[in-house]
């Protein structure tokens, strides 16, 4: 027997009667809440931050008031031009000498302040982490208000092949306990709302 | 591997000698204890996450073999290979395999409790494969040639001052260095040319999704996404258990398991994987290695419900004052001394016995697993199989005579009172008081309960028990 359908018999030998253990239905708890405030609020806890516009400012203007010494910047949205042209990101390795990279959320998550991105965003996956800071253009318009009701009414979970929710900057708090916002994926995450 | 019994007792003494490691590791680990339990107070529908938790994880255990199918099919048909291992031998084969096909030397890798079950590294270091963990706390284990002492945070035993000394080895980085940012940003630097030089990627897989053929990884330093976006070929290792009905259960899930874990709302990264990337390779191994012999056990199957969260660890007080190391097995703390018997039950006969039995590891479980409970009926399976220490065995042997005669154990409560006033310390401290080590023996008192009873109160009353006799 090959070791699938010997799983499978062993399975199917030791279970506990499947009748005494129903399919609860599908739970939708918790705050409701989908505001644009109550992400910022989970952001912020989970060390993101949000990109403020000071008046008249361009995209472009802000990153760089963000991330003065930035060289090389990558964006794949149209509201920004960035000084690198995405089209030059052709192989997963190519996204490392990105210092910020610049995209756009399908959405986002008021609960965790979470964006979602997937190969529908990003011109190769590797994008989201091989540079330094990310900014993540969101609108505010896309947000759901919590776990359930983003796994239960937003289709791009059932599309994607890759789809990653970041929840502020990578981090890590392997070492004695301290935690540090920027371990090995971006040091930072904005989100710019329109 | 030695059959030996565990002899977690020594190996927590040893551990207690330490007082600046001792005192951090306890403090850390209650830390996150509060920090979880800040969590929950923020929930009032937190018992609700946790008892629908429950219900979908018995109810999918009862029905694994349809939702392996069903996903299976499902990730076949987005481009997934699926493979399926009896134990670790064979999914160690089936990833060499893989490995091979494609001429992949350089493997790097996020962490994984089944790859370290299956003992994983060594046996590819043998085939010619440089095995590098990206996870930090994972790399520091892998560069101190230890198993991970936790399950969630794998050094917590250590203080900036060992990783320090490991990174200088291999990092040649500054021995003294006692700022963990710049210890963080060492493992980022050397990371870096690996990830982007690997010929493959491996990562676990937190959950499973039966109805979409999805794999979800939970992890914060963003080590997993670059090893499955970086090189083209993706290798994820998860256990048969991992596996929930629809897409919906996981808004559960994810609520409960960082919450429980490490008292965050969430892990920086929960991603979700569907098929491979454009261009890429994609492989699931499903590992059974004892899981399915375990779902056959009526006392212990519910311990398949567990989602690696690490809570049960962090509020054992023996865990704490012990570390996980002295477990001597890849899976420490309560949840390890319920599911490592099932493993090897000659090795690990002593770990059911790590526990004060409090109960507090199933309070803070998020999907209800009754540790506590299934720790004493461990304790009763191994007497059963003889599976105990002699003195032990011998001591409750007597007591159990001692306490079925009321004379009997009368006489010897007051034979002990006169032994404890007056017996010298090495009669009273030694091996055959395991009791007595690290504690001191009870103050004797002048006057037993029952002395004081018969003099004080009930005159004329008879002993019901003697009565009975």
Redesign the interface.
Known sequence: M???D???Q?????????E?????P?????DLDASRERFIT?LK???GDVLEPVEGETLDEAILRRHPDAKVICSNVPEARGTLPVERIKT??DA?TIDVTVVRAAFGIA??G?IFLS?AQLP???F???GQHIVVVLSADAITA???????KQPE??S???????????????????L?RG????RTLSVWFT | MSNRPVNHAKAAAHFLEDAPHLQFHDERLWDMRQKRDAQMHILPEWQELREEASRIKEHTLSRLPEYLEQFEENAKKNGIHVHWARDGAEHNRIVGEILKAHNARNLIKSKSMVTEECDMRPYLAKQGVTVTETDLGERIQQLDDQLPSHIVVPAVHKLTSDVAKIFAKDYHTDPDIRDPHLLAEAQRQAARPVILHADAGMTGGNFVVAETGTFVVCTNEGNADLSATVPNLHIATIGIERLVPRMADLGIFIRLLSRSALGSPITQYTTHFRGPQKGGEMHVVLVDNGRSARLGMEDFWTSLKCIRCGACMNTCPVYRRSGGLSYGAVYSGPIGAIIDPTFNERKYSTLPYASTLNGSCTNVCPVKINIHEQLYKWRRVLVQHHEMPFVKREIMHMAGKLMGQPKMYRAAIKMTEVSLASMPRFVLYNWLNPWGKHRENPHPVKQTFHDWYKKNRAPGQTDAAETAK
Do not use: K
């Open positions: 090959s070791a699938r010997e799983i499978l062993a399975l199917r030998n030791n279970r506990p009667t499947p005494n253990h129903p399919l609860p599908v739970a939708t708890l918790g989970s806890i989970l060390g997963p390795q490392a609960e965790m979470s190969e190769i996956n590797s989201a982490h091989l919590n776990m359930h009701t983003a796994y239960q979970f059932r994607a092949n890759y789809g990653v929710l970041m929840s502020g900057p990578s981090a890590t708090a392997d070492i004695q306990g301290v540090i371990a090995q994926g971006v």
